[in-house]
């Protein structure tokens, strides 16, 4: 069965602190999909990042990176020089190759202290 | 980027009521809809998926009575929680995707209070 695993309830850091927000999943599929959004306390969803199962290359975006790595079923993600507006509650989602069923982590809330 | 709308973003009823929340796709044809609960703190729990033309399919421990999807076209889902109570307040979002890009937009979410 499918399982995403977010063990990280919240995290507090400062300003300007490295911070990286875990996830490990569960699947039995070869071909599947990984995905992060932002939930800020506004409520929506934002999306961030989509990375297929055959595709392990790390991805920076400013001062947002994922580490994927399929031998430890990791998808990990690092948010360096954080900053208060990053303050929100971030998931983990896996997604079957057909994107017909998306399973959610329990999600990590994400305090960023001025 | 895709757009998706739902409506309405706050509603609050009487217990024993229904309520119709919509889910929009504006700018591109949803060929599946997803709909979610959020309780407070807690992450999304996937209630149905529907694709255009048929019925939905549910999750496993949500009424399909109590929750009735419809997804008449391939840019509207409707959720109706019919005889609404107090323990179905709760967080509503949908999300829709098109099977091509498999990327998943998600509504504002709708915030259901019963009183």
């Known amino acids: 069965a499918q399982k995403v695993t977010q063990a990280q309830t919240e995290i507090s850091v400062v300003e300007k602190e490295d911070v990286t927000l875990d996830c490990v999943y569960e699947t039995r599929d070869t071909t599947y999909y990984l995905f992060w959004y932002k939930q800020p306390p506004s409520g929506e969803l934002v999306f961030l990042i989509r990375r297929n199962s055959f595709d392990e290359q790390n991805e920076i975006s400013g001062r947002y990176s994922w580490n994927f790595q399929k031998s430890t079923s990791s998808f990990n993600f690092t948010i360096t020089a954080s900053q208060v507006v990053d303050s929100a509650v971030y998931f983990c989602?896996?997604?079957?190759?057909?994107?017909?069923?998306?399973?959610f982590g329990s999600g990590t809330k994400l305090n960023v202290k001025p | 980027g895709a757009v998706v709308s739902q409506h309405p973003s706050w509603v609050i009823c009487k217990s024993g009521t229904s309520v119709k929340i919509e889910c929009r796709s504006l700018?591109?044809?949803?060929?599946?809809m997803f709909w979610y609960r959020q309780f407070p703190k807690q992450s999304l729990m996937l209630m149905a998926t529907?694709?255009?033309?048929?019925?939905?399919?549910?999750e496993q421990g949500v009424e399909k009575d109590k929750f009735l999807i419809n997804h008449a076209s391939l840019t509207l889902s409707t959720l109706t929680v019919t005889s609404a109570h107090p323990e179905d307040s709760s967080f509503y979002i949908c999300?829709?995707?098109?099977?091509?890009?498999?990327?998943?937009?998600f509504g504002e979410g709708s915030r259901l209070t019963v009183l």
């Open positions: 989602a896996l997604s079957e190759a057909d994107f017909n069923k998306f399973y």
């Open positions: 529907s694709n255009e033309g048929s019925k939905a399919t549910y």
């Open positions: 700018d591109f044809q949803a060929t599946t």
């Open positions: 999300s829709a995707s098109t099977r091509n890009t498999g990327e998943l937009f």
